[in-house]
Structure formats: structure tokens, C-alpha cells
């Protein structure tokens, strides 16, 4: 009825078809939006992982897309060479950062961010006012945050001369 050749050929194809089928699943349809690959962008990126990053940001929804978007522009406006380039992104990206923060005034992570930006901003752009609200935000909020945005806070503090590692210490 079945000749042994016939059934070897039938079993060679179907492990053929499902390994195929087993490497396409495998395959990553879409890489996703992750806090910690987002601050080590914000911290040293390059231009290229900073439109990567922003690509990244479709994923997101609406409402929390912007505050990460505005921070990233106005990380892309540093990059820029011509000022007036660096003027346009750091004016967008800052829109972007405010209204995201009108929306939710209540998301410390924005305000890390905005906290930040605005300790690292050029005079010229009068980027400075709510450097001690943030402060005050941060540290106050700082348990309630993921783990990868209290890395990232705990990493910024080697950089910061208004946020210290001692302002997270566990309190008594």
C-alpha cells in the first residue's frame, strides 16, 4: 500500500513545512516601545536611535505618546547642527511636553523628564521655571514609579545638580 520511500518523502516535507513555519513565527513582527531602551536614548543617543525611538512612539497611545515625543525632540534639538533647526525641535518638542503635562499634571515621569530637560536647556530658550516644582514631584513620587524610570532617575542624579541619590534614600 505505502511504500517506505514515499512515507520518508511525506515526513521529510511536513518537517520541513513545520520548521519553516516554526522560524516565521519566531520571526519579531514589530519591535515595541520600552522605558528602559527610551532613557538610554535620551541619555546618549545618536540622531539615528532617536528617530527610531520616535517611530517607536506609534505604538503608545495618544495621551501618554506625547510627553516621551516632546522629550525626544528637544533631545534630537541638541543634536542638530544648524540653530535654526535646533530652535524648531526644542520649540515642538516643548509644546509636545507641556500639553502632555496639562493633560496629566500628575505623571511624575514627565515631570522627570521635563526636570531634565530643563536643568540641561540653553538660557536663551527660558526653559527653567519648574526645575524645584519637578524636584519636589520627583522625589516625592519616586516609590510609585516603574523600576526602569527609578533607574533612570537614580542614573540622571550623576548628572543633576538639583537631584542627588541621598534625596532617595529610604526615609525613617
Request: with cysteine; net charge positive; charged share 30%.
Amino acid at each position: 500500500m505505502f511504500d517506505t520511500r514515499s512515507m520518508k518523502r511525506t515526513l521529510c516535507f511536513l518537517l520541513f513545512c513545520c520548521f519553516n513555519i516554526g522560524l516565521i513565527t519566531a520571526m519579531p513582527i514589530q519591535e515595541k516601545f520600552g522605558k528602559a531602551a527610551f532613557y538610554q536614548v535620551m541619555k546618549s543617543g545618536t540622531l539615528a536611535e532617536i528617530e527610531n525611538e520616535l517611530g517607536l512612539l506609534n505604538t503608545l497611545p495618544a495621551k501618554e505618546r506625547d510627553g516621551y515625543e516632546g522629550a525626544l525632540l528637544m533631545k534630537k534639538a541638541d543634536l542638530m547642527k544648524k540653530p535654526k533647526d535646533r530652535l524648531k525641535y526644542f520649540k515642538e518638542g516643548r509644546i509636545k511636553l507641556e500639553t502632555a503635562l496639562l493633560a496629566d499634571n500628575e505623571n511624575t515621569e514627565f515631570h522627570f523628564l521635563r526636570l531634565a530637560i530643563e536643568e540641561h536647556a540653553p538660557k536663551i530658550v527660558k526653559y527653567k521655571a519648574d526645575i524645584t516644582k519637578d524636584k519636589d514631584l520627583v522625589i516625592k513620587n519616586f516609590n510609585n514609579q516603574s523600576a526602569a524610570v527609578q533607574h533612570a532617575i537614580l542614573d540622571y542624579c550623576s548628572n543633576s545638580k538639583v537631584l542627588h541619590r541621598e534625596d532617595f534614600s529610604p526615609r525613617s
